[in-house]
C-alpha cells in the first residue's frame, strides 16, 4: 500500500516477476491486483499471496471509494508493505491512512516501509557508476528515514530499521527487500 | 557595474528628469512624482504556497535570483518569511515563503490558519505542486478552503505552478539539452492534464493559470513568470522580469550552439 506513483506496482513487478499494468503518468491500478507468487531463491521455496492496491490521495474521497479494497488487502496479511516516494514531504495522508487501518492489523503484522525512488532524492546526482546514492544523497536519506520513522510512528508501531530505501528502476535495494520480506514471513503467525 | 557609471546613470536620470518638467509643468510634474512615490511605498506582495516539499523555496530562487537555503530531506521553512526583492533601484516586491502543507499531523492545524490569515493580503499567490508525485487529495483540499473560498477576484490572482516535471516518469531527463527526452514530454502532458483536471474540478481556477515547470532545471520559468504577472493584474508591471538562465545548465557545446543560432551573423 502507499500513495498513488509511489511505485508499487513496479516494484512487485520486478521483486515477484510479475506484469500488473503501470503507468508514469496516472494512476492506473484500480483494482485489488492478486497472485500467488513463489519466491525461487529461498530454500525452501515460499509461495507466497501478493495483493496490490490502488494508491491512496490520487483524489478527494477516493480514499473512502477505495476503502473496502483496503480492508480486504490488509486483514489477515503477513507482512504489510508500505510505499514511500523518497522525494516527497507528505506524510499526512500516510499517518491517517495507517492509524484507521492500524485496529484490522493483527499482532503478527509485520510492517515494512519501502522508501521508493531514492535516486530522486536531493540534490539528485545519484551515483550511476557504483549505482548507488550520492555522498550527499546518502546524508540526506538518514535525516530522510529519520523523519519518516518519527512521522509514522505516531500512528503505528514501525522499527527504524524496517525502513528500506530502494530504487526499482535503478535495481537498487531490492534484496534488501526481499530478505526483510522473507524475516517478516518467518515471524510466528497468529491464526 | 563601476562607480563611474553609476553616477554617469544618475546623472542622466537628473537631466531627465528636468526635460520632463520643462514638457509637463510644475503641477502635472508634482503630480506625476507623487503618483509614483505612491506606487514605490507598496511594493506587490507574492506568496509562495504548496504542500511540504513541492519547491517552494527553489522556486523563489531560480525566479529571482537568490540564495535561499533548501532542505532536501526533512521539514523546512517553518515560519512565513518574507524577502523584499529589488526590482528597480528602489521599487520592491515582497516573495513569502510558506511553511509546507500536509507535512504532518499535529503541525498542519497551525500552518492552516496561517495561510488563511495571508490570503487577503497577498496581489499574486503562486500555489506549486510537485507534479511528480501522484497524490492530489490533500492539494484539493488545501485549495478548496484556503484560496477557493475567497471571490473570483481571489481565484483570479492564483497561479499554479506544476514543479519537477524533470523527474516525471521514465525519468530519462535529457541533461545534454537540459530538455526532456521525447518520451518525457509525452509523459509530463499527460500527468499534468490529469493534475490540472483533478484542481480545476474543485478550485475553478482557469487551466491557462496553470503552468508546468522545473524550478531546477530552470525550465519554462519564463511561462511561470508571465502567469504571475498577469494574475497581479495592475500591479503586474512591478514584477521583476528576469529569471535565472536554463541553458547555463545546459552542455557547453549546447550553449555555445544555441549562441550561434541567436546571433547568426557572427557565424
Known amino acids: 500500500m502507499g500513495k498513488t506513483g509511489a511505485g508499487k506496482t513496479t516494484a512487485v513487478n520486478r521483486l515477484f516477476g510479475l506484469d500488473w499494468q503501470t503507468d508514469s503518468a496516472v494512476a492506473c491500478t484500480r483494482e485489488l491486483n492478486q497472485a500467488l507468487v513463489s519466491l525461487p531463491s529461498q530454500e525452501p521455496s515460499y509461495r507466497i499471496q501478493v495483493v496490490d492496491t490502488p494508491g491512496i490521495a490520487e483524489s478527494q474521497h477516493m480514499d473512502e471509494y477505495y476503502w473496502e479494497q483496503y480492508e480486504q488487502a490488509v486483514l489477515g496479511a503477513a507482512v504489510l508493505l508500505w510505499f514511500f516516494q523518497a522525494d516527497t514531504r507528505v506524510y499526512k495522508p500516510d499517518q491517517l491512512m ?52 518519527e512521522k509514522l510512528s505516531k500512528v503505528v508501531r514501525l522499527d527504524r530499521a524496517s525502513i528500506i530505501p530502494c530504487s526499482i528502476k535503478c535495481g537498487f535495494g531490492l534484496s534488501e527487500m526481499l530478505d526483510m520480506l522473507v524475516g517478516g514471513l518467518n515471524e510466528p503467525q497468529s491464526i | 557595474m563601476s562607480r563611474n557609471q553609476s553616477s554617469d546613470k544618475k546623472g542622466q536620470k537628473k537631466g531627465l528628469r528636468a526635460k520632463l518638467a520643462a514638457v509637463l509643468g510644475g503641477p502635472k510634474m508634482r503630480e506625476l512624482e507623487d503618483l509614483i512615490r505612491k506606487e514605490r511605498a507598496i511594493p506587490p506582495r507574492i506568496a509562495v504556497m504548496g504542500k511540504a516539499g513541492v519547491g517552494k523555496t527553489t522556486t523563489i530562487n531560480e525566479l529571482f535570483n537568490m540564495d535561499w537555503t ?140 496553470i503552468v508546468y515547470y522545473s524550478a531546477r532545471r530552470r525550465f519554462r520559468l519564463a511561462e511561470i513568470k508571465q ?15 528576469r529569471s535565472s538562465n536554463p541553458l547555463e545548465l545546459a552542455d557547453s557545446e549546447v550553449q555555445e550552439f544555441a549562441r550561434t543560432l541567436r546571433n547568426p551573423k557572427k557565424d
Not at chain 1, 532524492?121 to 546514492?133: A, E, H, L, T
Not at chain 2, 498577469?230 to 522580469?241: Q, R, S, T
Open chain 1, 98 to 149: 495507517l492509524k484507521k487501518l492500524s485496529p484490522l492489523l493483527s499482532e503478527s503484522t509485520c510492517l515494512i516501509v519501502c522508501l521508493s525512488q531514492v535516486d530522486n532524492m536531493g540534490p539528485g546526482d545519484w551515483d550511476i557508476v557504483q549505482n548507488k546514492p550520492s555522498h550527499a544523497q546518502l546524508a540526506n536519506l538518514e535525516l530522510k528515514i529519520d523523519d519518516l520513522h
Open chain 2, 70 to 209: 533548501i532542505s532536501h530531506a526533512a521539514a523546512g521553512t517553518r515560519e512565513p518569511r518574507t524577502e523584499y526583492f529589488d526590482l528597480t533601484s528602489d521599487v520592491k516586491v515582497a516573495v513569502i515563503d510558506m511553511p509546507g502543507l500536509g507535512e504532518d499531523l499535529d503541525a498542519d492545524i497551525k500552518y492552516f490558519a496561517m495561510y488563511q490569515d495571508l490570503m487577503p493580503n497577498v496581489d499574486v499567490v503562486l500555489w506549486i505542486v510537485q507534479a511528480n508525485a501522484r497524490d492530489l487529495s490533500e492539494d484539493q483540499r488545501i485549495l478548496k478552503e484556503v484560496v477557493s473560498t475567497g471571490s473570483r477576484e481571489t481565484l483570479k490572482r492564483v497561479v499554479i505552478g506544476l514543479n519537477q516535471v524533470d523527474k516525471i516518469g521514465p525519468g530519462n531527463w535529457d541533461e545534454k539539452l537540459n530538455y526532456p527526452s521525447p518520451d518525457q514530454a509525452v509523459s509530463i502532458a499527460r500527468r499534468c492534464h490529469d493534475i490540472s483536471e483533478k484542481l480545476a474540478e474543485i478550485t475553478r481556477v482557469d487551466p491557462e493559470q
Open chain 2, 227 to 241: 502567469a504571475m504577472i498577469h494574475a497581479a493584474g495592475e500591479k503586474g508591471w512591478k514584477l521583476p522580469v
